[in-house]
């Protein structure tokens, strides 16, 4: 347990220096360690299913020290992913917020003779 953990932090912290324009940037302190660690996680997860059950290659244990690389690149696959579907969530709620909720006022009928 603690050497999947420390495995997901290690991962998760390359793979966020490694990342251009990482969408998590701007983050420090606890939440940024949580974001590191959840995603490294979660890339371990991902690279384990892409070269081991995917290629064959790699080490048999999802969570282990001989799988590092293939952490660090799942992870990597996963800021990806996350990065681009929270910043078209976030563009589709600012076009919501600025579309009027209201019709605009109709203009008053025209005087007649």
């Known amino acids: 347990m603690v050497g999947a953990i420390l495995l997901g932090f290690v991962a998760g912290v390359i793979a966020r220096v490694l990342m251009p324009c990482d969408f998590f940037r701007h983050m420090s302190g606890p939440a940024s360690w949580a974001v590191s660690l ?7 997860l991902v690279g384990y299913v892409i070269f081991t059950l995917g290629l064959g290659i790699g080490d048999t244990d999802i969570f282990d020290w001989g799988g590092l ?15 681009w579907f929270l ?3 976030a563009t589709s709620q600012t076009v919501e917020e600025s579309t009027p909720t209201q019709p605009p006022p109709a203009s008053p009928p025209p005087a007649g003779p």
């Open 38 to 44: 959840g995603a490294g996680l979660l890339g371990a």
């Open 69 to 83: 690389l293939s952490a660090v690149i799942g992870t990597l696959i996963v800021l990806a992913i996350l990065g």
């Open 87 to 89: 910043r078209r969530r």
